[in-house]
């Protein structure tokens, strides 16, 4: 038998209710395969529920009752003792090594994530509950921080942590308070990994039970311009899917602007216009009121459930993120901040560099960046601090291009906040006498090498007229002296030559 108690291969369910049931799915060789039957039981079920983080096993059901998956058959004869942390750790025959069809797939049905968000607006914000001794309690908010959040965020699978609310935000809860002075990393995949006083032992009441929003199921953009603009997928049961147009408006592709931090929508283009997606379509006839903040709490036919196929994949076009600079002299240096969720917020000046600035000063039409100062040279701002850890190229067109923590995920205060000095806005410099209109950037060489070039021209232009016309003057004083006596030589002055020189006009120039 083998065994290989260090590999930790991902697992998954699949075709089930929810990512906890379902057919058993391990990642092996750069693609997923199914576990056999033979031998499969609850200690087997057991481990996979455990390292899903899917509480513990109901039941283990073979002859693939969630239907029979494709491609390889990883594992076989698989045998746990059911104290595993992970499926790998179980003996079997060895990968790929098997006696058996997809018609002996074995599958586990899980009791669920023993954690749980209630009162909020759908399933992912509310009142964080844990089960534990056969019945729901709360947690209290004594060190609750945007540490733990994310922790419940990714347990549940939904998304990245928005806020970590206290204070019993979300109501009161009833009965035992499970877990007290929690401290979490914010890397644990569940809140159970994370440092407590031990269940039940707490000195709080129900006032101050803790709470999580979380953004929801994970979405993108992709097949578009950038990450504001493309085909929608969502990620449900640890893979990409789509979502079908049926039903699919303005109202939803404004929630997914929204919930993208991508500005509003312009248009919600449906039949595949950024390309047909792969894979499962996770979600058909979605009904959003355009107010939600994430795409998971609109209505829909249910995760997996639809009558679609890849031709009608849904898609959005959105207006992309909204900066400013402020603080600054004018709209071209400041303090940079970015609009989401309607409010206006700070970036974090950690990594932040000559590229980031590049990118906002190209998108607010603001030149080239000449610097990128940190340390909130421009003044301190206010409210939430919505990106931390900005990784530009430099070659984006949107800030929201460009890599970050995720929108409110930060270890930053305000005396931290990001700025952006450009060379300034695009202007139109008129040429004398030459009526010609060049644009050019403030500060920039090239602008006024464009400026002094033409200029020279026109001032040696204008010295030569300058000296021709007075040769033509003292040639036609000269002529006038010879033919008329009142210009005897020496009775006319260098100054009667000048009034004679400024009253002049050459006639050959038109009325």
């Known amino acids: 038998m083998f065994s290989s108690p260090l590999l930790g291969l991902p697992i998954r369910l699949v075709d089930g209710n929810g990512r906890c049931s379902g057919r058993v799915e391990v990642y092996h060789g750069q693609q997923w395969g199914t576990v056999c039957d033979d ?42 003792s059911g104290s ?22 074995a599958g586990a049905v899980c009791s669920g994530p023993p954690i749980r968000l209630v009162g909020g607006n759908g399933n992912c914000s509310g009142r964080v509950e844990v089960y534990h001794g056969q019945q729901w309690g709360t947690v209290c908010d004594d060190s609750w921080d945007m540490n733990d959040a994310p922790v419940v965020c990714r347990e549940l699978g939904c998304g990245t942590a928005l806020s970590a609310p206290g204070g019993a935000q979300f109501g009161h809860g009833t009965g035992e308070i499970w877990m007290d002075d ?10 159970s990994q994370c440092s407590h006083r031990g269940l039940g032992k707490h000195d709080c009441d129900h006032g101050q039970d803790a709470g999580a929003v979380c953004s929801g199921l994970p979405i993108r953009l992709v097949g578009g311009n950038g990450n504001c603009s493309g085909r929608v997928e969502v990620y449900h049961e640890q893979q990409w899917g789509t979502v079908c147009d049926e039903g699919w408006d303005m109202n939803d592709a404004a929630v997914v602007c929204r919930e993208l931090g991508c500005g509003t929508a312009l248009s919600a283009p449906g039949e595949a216009q950024f390309g047909q997606g792969t894979g ?3 979600m058909d006839d979605v009904g959003c009121s355009g107010n939600e903040s994430s795409l998971s709490q609109c209505s829909h036919g249910g995760l997996g459930k639809h009558n679609c196929d890849h031709g009608k994949d849904a898609g959005a076009v959105c207006s992309g993120l909204l900066i400013r600079l402020v603080g600054g002299h004018g709209n071209c240096s400041g303090r940079v901040e970015v609009y989401h969720e309607q409010q206006w917020g700070t970036v974090c000046d950690d990594a932040w560099d000559m590229n980031d600035a590049a990118v906002v000063c190209r998108q607010l039409g603001c030149g080239t960046a000449l610097s990128a100062p940190g340390a909130a040279q421009f003044g301190q701002g206010n409210g939430t601090i919505w990106m931390d850890d900005v990784g530009c190229s430099g070659n984006e ?19 931290e906040d990001a700025g952006a000095v450009c060379s ?9 006498a030459a009526s010609l209109i060049l644009p050019i950037a403030l500060g920039a060489s090239e602008g006024l090498l464009l ?38 030589k020496g009775k006319a002055s260098e100054e009667e030559d000048e009034q004679n020189y400024v009253n002049y006009r050459d006639p050959t120039e038109n009325e």
């Open 280 to 282: 499962e379509i996770w």
């Open 397 to 415: 067109s949107s800030l929201s291009q460009c890599s970050h923590r995720g929108f409110g995920g930060h270890s930053c205060g305000h005396g």
């Open 182 to 191: 929690v401290g979490c990393s914010g890397n644990e995949s569940s809140l």
């Open 39 to 80: 031998d499969w039981d609850m200690n087997g079920a057991a481990v996979v529920c455990r390292e899903l983080g899917c509480g513990t096993a109901l039941s283990a059901p073979g002859e693939a009752q969630f239907g029979q998956g494709t491609g390889e058959i990883w594992m076989d004869d698989v045998d746990c």
């Open 451 to 488: 400026v002094l070039v033409p200029l020279v021209f026109f001032l040696l232009f204008w010295k030569r007229r300058h000296s021709s016309g007075r040769t033509q003057v003292a040639k036609t004083a000269s002529n006038a002296r010879t033919m008329n006596p009142s210009f005897a």
């Open 84 to 105: 595993e942390s992970s499926l790998s750790q179980c003996s079997h025959t060895g990968f790929g090594e098997h006696d058996c069809d997809h018609g002996e797939d």
């Open 424 to 432: 300034g806005q695009l202007l139109h410099v008129r040429l004398p």
